[in-house]
């Protein structure tokens, strides 16, 4: 009796988890599994101890093994910092043919969460993992005012042909230093590319904002390639705690983690958390899915409420994946098991050999694919019970009814109780414009009083903008697969949105790559034009949540008299122009009435429909032509 509201309260519980990342959700909904086989069990305080210490011991040898035979120590993290660096290199290569490419900075996002080590790991962590991210990362701003043709290189001539050459050496030598990274091997760069770090400024053919853009790209380089190669910037010594050395991003230790993980927990309790929504879908599921089991003819009832935890997430599209991958990779698997133990015949020995395969093979597929990793997790469990005499027919069809009744459960759930994504995209994107603001903001007053607080500042809400920059393609993407209609922006508006808030993105990157030093004298004139800015698109934010149209007129007056007619840079009064236009931009796609959405999505439906026609009837077209 007690059964039943301990696996509700856990699965809830195994949901909320989602709330800390997907890593902790998945390992919790394994417990909800592994709660649903053991309470099918004989049990008694004295086997309890024993699977208890069966598990314990399992532990143990693990840890033994990962001890005696590690796996790539600190490969995680060499990879993300890797991926990061050949992302900039790939960014520079594109700007060689498109000066004014859009940059994604999700890989420097994750080798920034990668680059979070405890004060132990700090200890231990290869020196070359210390520095190159940062490097990697102020690279950015110089390469696009360098390659922007109204700002930095002009757009024909030699000055176009050596940015192009600049930008081609950072691709190398990130490629490069990527590489070495990633396999712990020299720095392997073309003589050519060394040569031209090599080379002086006397020589120099580009002037102005170009020159400054080069030889900041120039200096960096340098250090890449000295970090790379010596495996610290400068003659640094290794971070210790305590000690002298370099920062590092600190990462809480197990009990400091509870009271964060606490506080994360608490902010998705919420009717109108997705989150919370899971957690009560899951909790609502198991339960359901363990009463109706028991209820039917069949035995290993706990497949179909295993079967609905596995597959479900915060996310339709995760869960209708999922739980379609599981019902195709349960069913090859079954069969072709099956198949192997009526032609093999009983054979305990040889069917534990097999067990052990499948197993492995469950494990290695996982990141190939959900259907793969499950299709030998079917047969494992065929094998399993092929060991112990069981007949084909006294598992195979429980097992394929069962877990066709989980995934079915699954996406009931997600029907009756669903937590859409489409909708929350004018929350997400008036999230990301109100963040793109401060960005620029903080840029500008870098400019206005050029200290190391405001540096800080400008840094602080660079890392908030492409957080919300990466909760709006979360969003979108996951709104792309949902079969929902649009409720606030249209496929199209999202795409021309995103666009728009891009280019703004990149008007504030140009500004970030002439950033002056400490030392320079401060323009105060710009601390005005930072503060109209920021709030007008704080306005513009509200805006696009309540749905209504943008002030583009109020925009362009705060610019133009909030400070910006006074700005001497013409360089930066040509950004601010950019920022202008990239909000008239947004104001365009978001600007719609009721009536003229409608009519745009009555139209794409049109194409759609244009477009499978013409493709259904090209092959008589081509018949007729023949």
């Known amino acids: ?219 960096l380089l340098c250090e890449a390639l000295e970090i790379a190669e010596c495996g610290n910037a400068r003659g640094r010594t290794p971070v210790h705690r305590g000690g002298a050395g370099v920062e590092f991003l600190e990462r809480p230790t197990m009990f400091r983690l509870v009271p964060v993980v606490a506080r994360a927990v608490r902010r998705q309790l919420r009717h109108d958390s997705p989150v919370f929504r899971h957690a009560v879908r899951l909790a609502a599921v198991a339960t359901l899915g363990y009463l109706i089991a028991a209820q039917l003819p069949l035995g290993h009832g706990y497949w179909a409420p295993i079967a609905s935890v596995m597959v479900m997430g915060p996310d339709f599209h995760r869960t209708y994946a999922r739980a379609v991958a599981r019902l195709a990779g349960t069913l090859v698997g079954v069969v072709l098991a099956t198949g192997a133990v009526e032609a093999l015949g009983p054979d305990a020995r040889l069917f534990g050999a097999l067990a052990v395969v499948s197993a492995g093979l469950s494990y290695t597929l996982t990141r190939t694919g959900y259907a793969y990793s499950q299709c030998f997790t079917a047969a494992y469990v065929v094998f399993l019970l092929g060991m112990g005499g069981h007949a084909w027919e006294q598992t195979v069809p429980e097992r394929m009814a069962l877990t066709l009744l989980g995934g079915a459960l699954a996406m009931l759930a997600y029907a009756v109780f669903p937590a859409w994504e489409t909708p929350r995209l004018r929350e997400r994107l008036a999230d990301w414009l109100a963040a793109n603001g401060r960005h620029a903001a903080a840029v500008l007053r870098h400019f206005a009083e050029p200290t190391t607080a405001r540096h800080a500042d400008m840094r602080s809400a660079q890392l908030a903008s492409r957080r919300a920059r990466a909760a709006w393609q979360e969003a979108y993407d996951r709104a792309q697969r949902e079969p929902v209609r649009p409720g606030g922006l249209t496929a199209q508006e999202a795409k021309d949105a995103q666009k728009a808030l891009e280019g703004f993105g990149r008007a504030v990157t140009l500004m970030e790559g002439r950033v002056p030093h400490d030392e320079n004298p401060p323009a105060p004139e710009v601390e005005e034009l930072a503060e109209a800015l920021e709030s007008d698109t704080e306005r513009a934010a509200a805006a696009v949540r309540e749905r209504r149209d943008p002030n583009r007129a109020r925009v362009e007056r705060a610019l133009r008299t909030g400070g910006g007619a006074g700005v001497r840079s013409p360089a930066l009064r040509g950004e601010a122009a950019l920022q202008k236009h990239a909000l008239e931009e947004l104001a365009t796609a978001v600007s719609r009435t009721p009536l003229e959405r409608d009519v745009s999505s009555l139209r794409e439906d049109q194409q759609v429909r244009a477009v499978v026609e013409s493709q259904g009837d090209g092959s008589e077209a081509r018949h007729r032509d023949g």
């Open 1 to 219: 009796m007690t059964f039943l509201p301990l696996l509700a309260l856990w699965t809830f519980g195994a949901g909320l988890a989602w709330s800390v990342g997907s890593t902790a959700g998945i390992v919790a909904a394994t417990t909800v599994g592994s709660m649903l086989v053991t309470i099918t069990l004989p049990t008694s305080p004295g086997r309890a101890l024993e699977h208890a210490g069966i598990i314990a011991l399992g532990r143990v040898v693990q840890a033994v093994l990962i001890l005696l035979f590690p796996i790539r120590r600190w490969g995680a993290h060499r990879d993300a910092l890797a991926d990061a660096l050949a992302a900039v290199g790939d960014y520079a290569r594109r700007l060689r043919h498109d000066p004014t490419a859009a940059f994604d900075p999700e890989p420097l996002m994750t080798a920034r969460d990668a680059a979070a080590v405890t004060p132990s790991q700090a200890r231990t962590r290869p020196v070359a993992l210390h520095g190159p991210r940062g490097v990697a990362e102020r690279m950015v701003p110089p390469m696009a005012a360098l390659a922007d043709p109204d700002t930095g290189a002009p757009a024909e001539g030699p000055g176009r042909d050596r940015a192009r050459e600049l930008l081609d050496a950072a691709a190398e030598v990130l490629d490069a230093a990527a590489r070495s990274i990633r396999r712990g091997t020299p720095v392997e760069v073309p003589p050519r590319t060394s040569e031209l770090l090599r080379e002086g400024t006397e020589h120099e053919v580009l002037d102005g904002p170009a020159r400054q853009a080069a030889e900041t790209l120039r200096e």
